[in-house]
């Protein structure tokens, strides 16, 4: 308990009322100012009812919402706080009589949020009463699952686009088996037209469905992707790609499995079916690590696996970071359908396309588009060696690289 400012300038005039008013006046004033101060606080001492409504999983750096409620005596007033921490923030994070806000996780993995703090002002606005509301509160945060659902689902309802991708998703995983009538449970965009107009009534194509394809995620974790771009790091993009491609996987009936790396492998999570949920929650932990990354042992764990779709998640620096990825690549193209995935970033290109006002700008921009120029010479060795690269914005590369997916099994290249 703590009194107000107004109680202590009454207690200080109480006090001070000695100087012109009789000793036993004065006392009693004192004495009131007391009685009142105790009685506004035993009015707060409890403090109020609180309910706080935390989702339990989030998406990193989306906002959810956040709610405190607090019950209060009448005639009281309540300021409700949550305490923040680095990787969680509140917004607002403190108001009167009870919390509207937003949560955002800046990073992945499992936080804790500390109890909620009340500060009780009694009826008198005498005295105030801080609490402390319930336990360590748990939230999960998790790459851009729903949105990487979201691009699943459009691949399936057949409404997916992207300006990389110049035929539809029809027929993906599949190979033609033979034409056949229609029946009311058939999808309307197997429809043969020819052939129905031949024959004099409705006829379908009817596919061969592949069901034993793979998809390797291969996802650097070393200091390259510990770059940030935007309000993320490299690997916070690439992981979210990740998420995208597993959960196209689960809609095509293709097995998707990972290997993390930096100078050594760290994590080999086997493929299987329908397993993109989980494979972003083994990853949730996944932080990068300020050491070169050794591409030859990622790339030779799966080698010698079946013919696979392998998405290496890296990034394109400069000619010298990227040599010994265009070193180990061979390695996987010889028997793997290879596509290597990476954001460009905004900030070299804009400072590359910026108009220079000074000297400094020049050698800014000179240094940008060599950069830039050894990116492209990089990419071109890549193509060479049979890798896809996909190299576009942070927004851009969850879509892209499904683009990348679906375009490799409508050629069977996997």
Not at 201 to 212: F, K, W
Request: with cysteine; charged share 25%; aromatic share 4%.
């Amino acid at each position: 308990m703590t009194p107000t400012g107004r109680a202590v300038a009454f207690l200080a005039a109480a006090a001070a009322s000695a100087l012109w008013l009789p000793p036993e006046i004065s006392a009693g004033l004192l004495a009131l100012v007391a009685v009142l101060l105790v009685g506004d606080a035993w009015t707060v001492r409890r403090g109020p009812v609180v309910a706080r409504d935390l989702p339990r999983e989030v998406v990193r750096g989306a906002p959810a919402r956040f709610t405190v409620t607090a019950q209060t005596p009448a005639g009281t007033t309540v300021w409700v706080r949550q305490p923040q921490t680095a990787d969680v923030r509140i917004e607002p994070a403190e108001a009167e009589g009870g919390l509207v806000s937003t949560v955002v996780a800046t990073r992945r993995g499992r936080h804790e949020l500390g109890p909620v703090v009340t500060l009780s002002t009694g009826p008198l606005r005498l005295a105030r009463w801080s609490h402390s509301h319930g336990g360590l509160a748990e939230i999960d945060s998790h790459a851009d699952l729903p949105g990487a659902r979201r691009l699943a689902a459009a691949v399936r309802n057949g409404t997916f686009r992207d300006p990389g991708l110049r035929r539809g998703p029809l027929g993906l995983g599949t190979d033609f088996e033979t034409i056949r009538d229609y029946t009311p449970d058939d999808d309307i965009r197997r429809m043969n037209w020819m052939a129905s107009e031949r024959a004099g009534r409705p006829m379908v194509n009817q596919y061969r469905e592949d069901t034993e394809r793979e998809v390797w995620c291969v996802i650097d974790a070393g200091r390259l992707l510990s770059a940030p771009v935007a309000d993320r790091t490299r690997l916070d993009v690439a992981l979210d790609a990740v998420a995208a491609v597993a959960a196209v996987a689960d809609v095509v009936g293709d097995r998707v499995g990972a290997v993390v790396f930096d100078s050594d492998v760290q994590r080999v999570v086997r493929p299987r079916r329908a397993s993109a949920a989980g494979l972003v929650r083994l990853l949730d932990d996944l932080q990068p690590t300020m050491v070169d990354s050794d591409y030859e042992a990622a790339f030779g764990r799966i080698a010698n696996a079946k013919r696979s779709l392998v998405v290496v998640f890296t990034d394109i620096l400069d000619a010298a970071a990227a040599e010994p990825l265009l070193e180990a690549v061979p390695v996987l193209v010889r028997r793997h359908a290879v596509v290597v995935a990476g954001v460009i970033d905004p900030d070299l290109v804009a400072s590359a396309r910026r108009e220079p006002a000074t000297s400094r700008d020049h050698h800014v921009a000179s240094v940008a588009n060599d950069l830039l120029r050894e990116r492209d010479q990089v990419r071109g060795r890549l193509i060479g060696a049979g890798a896809v690269v996909v190299d576009v914005a942070v927004d851009r590369l969850p879509s892209a690289c499904v683009a990348a997916y679906l375009q490799l099994k409508a050629a069977a290249r996997v």
